[in-house]
């Protein structure tokens, strides 16, 4: 339905002579790949100049009209009846770079004869190296197309005649007309599903690591959305009704305009610096993108604050969208105009199903009510959303929100209610951040809205993992989440005061980007926000000591020895009582869930369930009255004992298999598996090989790993070379532990998982096929190959190329050192760490091995050959120095 004049077009970028003077065959060819060539150069440079993006791509597609022009001009079509139509965003007249060229080739009833000529037409297309995406249709063939497919009926609401009848497009227009099919109701829930369905494809947030500048939420897609509504229901002029129409205030037309120029030049530069047509805005192209706009490393990175406009951008775009899909759906569907109306007190009101003010005054007459429409909204289960003009009055009203309304009582009472109101409450704080209001309201998390984190770990900018993890902390609440959360789901409903747990998750991370320790900057604005709200000194204290501590339990779980007791008292001394363990819980489950869906698994969770109810058993004997280590110990071995005299050994047969064994063995086993481990050594004759079992897990505290235990002679080499061999196999090592008995055999035990995170409990063949393979591979001597797995190193590894971190510290209590690794997840990364431990003279006790998303964070609990902590300087930096350069150079491999 365009038929918009073609574009003046300067020399520099069509110059139409020289087009015309080329003869046909190679020398045309010849001739439009040049002013193709031509006209993208000086684009370009004008895009680096700086030149409006919208005007760039209306004048590559006056160029596009131009050229095509020209050539469907030199075609003879043999008197039929056929016509160039431009359609989907060519037919819009906006076409970036290394968009596709989609054309309409539209036949009349005397079309015969024309095939010859089209043929070549889109031969010589080809030849010239143009993406073109076309069809070959007649009127009743595109009106029955478009009857089924409202892709097709959308790319023809939007096409233009270049050349040919022009009766013949305007036939389409009629005949797909809403008089005859897809009227604008239908329309407009077809187009809202395809919305809501591509929404959830990118996991219905603005703020993905690597959005899609077209089809994210708040991506150009939402834009395209609210244009083939409006049209639909405003007709073909519709961009100069909607101002009129009171569906876009003037100044959300500019909020439209401006953040489509900016989500255009993002796009353009994205297809500018790949030559291609690429729409996701990956890591790589994120700093290049950065350095366009003229950002520079700072306080933040570039990278950083370039993500940040695109991220607030795409949030007020979306935004937008709602507004105005809430408008449209308004004004199809009023039908009488009548509407089912609940009034809940003189402000506000219900009509159907939305809150809306009772009068546009009402928050310059009481700014409190700013407030009480997201308490009333979360206390009342018929509202589903804000009626869109009061989110305009919202916006409007957002200069309200200073100190005196945050000092004022009456506001502090209701956003504290708010928080222990039943319904929606995740949703309604995601609108309150979209809405500018929780940001106005919290200062300090107005600072956080939109900043990136540029590493691997964090799915989600700042803002959205706050709300993602106070959304988990709900889902411990809702019946059908307790199988997911079996243990947090029963913590967080004896809280005393849920509204705790959710201001620790609003405060948790609120310190992030401003440099510094982010726990203890979050922990001074929650002890602020909270004096100011006027909490307790008790309430207080633990909301201000969650924040502080919300990396602990997490921390310890997976990078101490849990089955120590002296390590289980430790935390219980640094939790104090069952009331902070219970929050923190809580707290600790909500954020590894919040950071990345891939984070939590079975593994981790049995991690925390296992410190959990270890120090809840700390807590209720008493700090005064730690378990004695030797207890565990004789509790372990009287168990087992139990165990193999009823496969019939004796004592004296228990002591000669156990006498070389030091007293970890029996601290961190479980007496089923040392019985296990023990009835095999003992039936195992030919020492000389080894010895590999292989079992998935009977102890849910080590949730569904598969346990290989290995007992060989004890080789520098042999830690390298499972690991190695395990790769191979594709399996994950989640976690290591190493036994040097005094015999010189060594007692290994490694917890494995498939490489995608998933058990191989159930695949028998596998674990037989794994079982034998190591087997046969450790029995070959070792001849110093390197044995290692070869891989690339994926694309967003690379991307981030982050340097490997090390640090060293000696624990007094085991009397061994921590070398602890901070990596990007690399092919061999276990076996080159084992090498490097050999070429040292390095003892591994033990290991923590995490896998978190594509980082891997790994403890390992080292001696020196005498079973001593490593404490020479000079040694131990060496030893972190090799760690860093192996792993790093395996960046570019």
Request: proline fraction near 4%.
């Amino acid at each position: 339905m365009n038929t918009p004049a073609p574009a003046a077009l300067p020399p520099e970028i069509f110059d139409r002579q020289l087009l015309e003077a080329a003869s046909s065959g190679r020398e045309l060819i010849q001739a439009c790949k040049q002013a193709i060539s031509t006209a993208t150069a000086e684009l370009h440079r004008r895009f680096r100049a700086g030149e409006e993006t919208g005007l760039l791509l209306r004048q590559r597609a006056a160029f596009m009209d131009q050229l095509l022009g020209l050539l469907w001009d030199r075609q003879s079509f043999n008197g039929g009846q056929v016509a160039l139509v431009a359609v989907g965003g060519y037919g819009r007249g906006e076409l970036h770079p290394h968009s596709d060229i989609d054309i309409l080739l539209l036949c009349g009833e005397q079309c015969e004869g024309a095939e010859g000529g089209l043929e070549q037409f889109l031969t010589l297309l080809w030849d010239i190296g143009l993406q073109v995406g076309h069809s070959v249709r007649t009127v009743p063939e595109c009106v029955e197309a478009a009857r089924g497919d409202l892709t097709i009926l959308t790319n023809l609401m939007e096409s233009r005649a270049l050349r040919g009848p022009v009766e013949l497009i305007e036939s389409v227009w009629e005949l797909t007309g809403p008089a005859h099919m897809w009227p604008e109701a239908e329309f407009f829930r077809a187009k809202l599903e395809e919305q809501q369905n591509r929404h959830h494809k990118f996991a219905d947030t603005e703020y993905n690591l690597e959005p899609n500048v077209k089809s994210s939420p708040g991506g150009l897609r939402d834009l395209q959305i609210i244009g083939w509504i409006a049209r639909r229901h405003l007709g073909e002029d519709y961009e100069s009704k909607l101002a009129s129409a009171d569906f876009l205030p003037l100044e959300d037309l500019k909020i439209l305009r401006d953040g489509r120029e900016f989500m255009w030049r993002v796009r353009y530069a994205l297809h500018m610096i790949t030559d291609r047509e690429e729409d996701r805005l990956l890591f790589d192209h994120q700093r290049a993108l950065a350095d366009l706009w003229g950002f520079s490393n700072g306080d933040r990175l570039a990278v950083e604050q370039f993500m940040q406009v695109y991220y607030r951008w795409a949030q007020s775009l979306g935004m937008l969208n709602e507004v105005m899909i809430q408008n449209f759906e308004q004004a199809i569907f009023s039908g009488d105009g009548s509407a089912d109306i609940t009034v809940l007190n003189e402000r506000f009101q219900i009509r159907n199903s939305y809150i809306e003010a009772r009068d546009e005054s009402v928050f310059d007459d009481w700014p409190p009510a700013i407030l009480e429409i997201f308490l009333l909204s979360a206390q009342n289960e018929a509202v589903t959303g804000i009626a869109a003009n009061t989110i305009g009055l919202l916006r409007d009203s957002l200069h309200l929100i200073d100190d005196e309304f945050r000092e004022n009582p009456l506001c502090q009472d209701m956003f504290l209610e708010f928080l222990r109101s039943p319904y929606r409450l995740t949703r309604l704080l995601k609108r309150m951040t979209r809405y500018g209001v929780l940001g106005r309201y919290i200062p300090e998390f107005g600072q956080i809205i939109g900043q990136m984190q540029h590493d691997l770990f964090h799915a989600y900018t700042v803002d959205a993992h706050t709300l993602e993890v106070i959304e988990n902390m709900r889902r411990f609440l809702i019946p059908e989440f307790a199988e997911t959360f079996p243990v947090t789901s029963r913590v967080a409903a004896r809280l005393p005061k849920i509204e705790l747990l959710y201001l620790a998750g609003l405060f948790h991370d609120i310190g992030k980007g401003r440099g510094g320790d982010h726990s203890e900057l979050g922990a001074v604005d929650a002890e602020n926000f909270c004096s100011r709200h006027r909490l307790s000194r008790r309430d207080t204290n633990l909301v201000v000591w969650l924040v502080q501590n919300h990396l602990v339990m997490s921390a310890v779980s997976q990078r101490r020895d849990i089955s120590d007791p002296d390590v289980i008292l430790q935390f219980a001394q640094h939790v104090g009582d069952q009331v902070r363990l219970d929050y923190l819980l809580s707290l600790t489950v909500a954020d590894i869930n919040g950071t990345n869906p891939t984070l939590w698994n079975a593994w981790r969770g049995s991690l925390l369930r296992q410190l959990f109810t270890e120090t809840k058993r700390a807590l209720r004997r008493g700090l005064e009255n730690p378990v004695d280590k030797q207890v565990w110990i004789e509790e372990a071995r009287s168990h087992a004992i139990d165990l193999l005299e009823y496969r019939g050994f004796t004592i004296d047969d228990i002591d000669k298999l156990w006498k070389e064994r030091g007293e970890d063995y029996f601290l961190r086993e479980k007496p089923e598996d040392i019985a296990w481990h023990t009835e095999a050594i003992d039936g195992h004759y030919d020492k000389s090989k080894p010895l590999v079992l292989i079992r998935s897990s009977i102890d849910s505290s080590v949730a569904n790993t598969t346990q290989i235990f290995i007992h060989a002679q004890s080789t520098p080499q042999l830690f390298s070379r499972v690991c190695a061999q395990l790769e191979q196999l594709d399996l994950s090592i989640y976690d290591a532990r190493i036994y040097n008995a005094n015999d010189g055999m060594t007692l290994d035990t490694f917890f494995v998982l498939g490489s995608d995170g998933k058990s191989i409990a159930l695949d028998t063949a596998r674990l037989d096929y794994i079982r034998a393979t190591l087997a046969r591979e450790l029995t070959k001597e070792y001849d110093g190959a390197p044995d290692t797995v070869h891989r690339r190193t994926p694309r967003r590894h690379r991307s981030f190329a982050m340097p490997t971190e090390t640090s060293m510290t000696v624990d007094e209590i085991k009397n061994y050192s921590v070398l602890e690794v901070h990596s990007p997840d690399r092919p061999g990364l276990l076996a080159r760490i084992g090498r490097i431990f050999v070429k040292f003279g390095i003892e591994l006790q033990a290991a923590k091995i995490q896998t978190l998303g594509e980082r891997v964070e790994d403890v390992f609990f080292i001696t020196d050959g005498d079973e001593q902590p490593i404490t020479d300087p000079e040694r131990c930096a060496a030893l972190q120095q090799a760690i860093r350069e192996e792993l790093d150079e395996l960046v570019a491999a």
